[in-house]
C-alpha cells in the first residue's frame, strides 16, 4: 500500500520569506502527485498537480512542485509568501488501483 | 466550473437522531466520494462510488449509509452516531474512477458535523 509522509508539521515565516514544504510517497509504481490547500475555514482546494511530463510543476497564486522519482519526493516551493498563504497544505498521491492517499498535513502560519 | 457544493455546512444531532448529508457537483463526473476529517488531520476516505454505484467502502460503520440517486447527487444517511463520529465530513468528485481514482478530485466545502 502507498504512504504519504509530510516532514513539517508546523512552519512559521516571515512575509516574503521563501518556503519548501517536503513530501515523500512510497510506492514503486506510476503515480499521480497532488498538493492541496485548505485555507482557515475553507475547502480543500487543489494547488497543482503531477501525472507525466515535465518533472517541474507550476500551480495556482505562485506555487510549484518538483517531482524527483529517484527521491520519491515531491517537494512544494513558493519563493516569496504572503500572509495569505497561512493555511494547511497537503500532500497527496494516487496510483491506479490505490485510492488517494493524503500526507498529515503541514501548517503553515505567515506572520504578517 | 469545478465546483462541489455540500449541505447543510454545519449541523448538530443527538445520537438518537437520523439525518442527511447532501453533495451536488454538476461536472459530468462519474466518481463521487465521502471522506472524514477530524481536527487537525488530513481527510479519510470513507465510500466511493462510480457511476451511480458503491464501489467502495472503507469498513465503514452501518450508522453511515450512502446513498448516490443520480450522478449528480450523492447522500449520506445518518443514524445512532457517536460523539466521536463529530468531523468534518467532506464530499467530492473526480472524472472518472479507474479501480480507485487517478483523477483530480475536486472538494466540497464540508459539512461541520457536532454529535451531542
Known amino acids: 500500500a502507498q504512504s504519504v509522509s509530510q516532514h513539517n508539521h508546523h512552519v512559521i515565516l516571515s512575509e516574503a520569506a521563501s518556503l519548501e514544504l517536503g513530501c515523500n510517497y512510497s510506492y514503486g509504481g506510476t503515480v499521480n502527485l497532488f498538493w492541496y490547500v485548505q485555507y482557515p475555514g475553507q475547502h480543500l482546494q487543489l494547488l497543482l498537480k503531477y501525472f507525466s511530463g515535465d518533472p517541474l510543476v507550476k500551480g495556482i497564486k505562485g506555487f510549484e512542485a518538483e517531482f524527483i522519482k529517484s527521491k520519491f519526493s515531491f517537494n512544494l516551493r513558493k519563493p516569496s509568501v504572503q500572509w495569505s498563504d497561512t493555511a494547511e497544505y497537503f500532500c497527496?498521491?494516487?496510483?491506479?488501483?490505490?485510492?488517494?492517499?493524503f500526507g498529515g498535513g503541514t501548517r503553515v502560519l505567515v506572520k504578517p | 466550473d469545478t465546483e462541489v457544493t455540500q449541505t447543510p455546512k454545519h449541523l448538530v444531532m443527538g445520537m438518537t437522531n437520523k439525518k442527511s448529508l447532501k453533495c451536488e457537483q454538476h461536472m459530468g463526473h462519474r466518481a463521487m466520494y465521502w471522506y472524514k476529517q477530524k481536527a487537525k488531520k488530513p481527510p479519510e476516505l470513507m465510500f466511493v462510488y462510480s457511476y451511480e454505484k458503491l464501489s467502495i467502502n472503507e469498513s465503514v460503520p452501518s450508522r453511515f449509509s450512502p446513498e448516490c440517486p443520480n450522478s449528480s447527487l450523492l447522500n449520506l444517511h445518518l443514524h445512532a452516531l457517536q460523539p466521536e463520529d463529530s468531523a468534518l465530513y467532506l464530499c467530492?468528485?473526480?472524472?472518472?474512477?479507474?479501480?480507485?481514482?487517478?483523477?483530480?478530485?475536486?472538494f466540497g466545502p464540508g459539512t461541520r458535523l457536532t454529535v451531542l
Open positions: 467530492a468528485s473526480s472524472h472518472t474512477v479507474d479501480g480507485f481514482s487517478t483523477d483530480t478530485q475536486y
Open positions: 497527496a498521491v494516487t496510483a491506479a488501483g490505490n485510492k488517494l492517499t
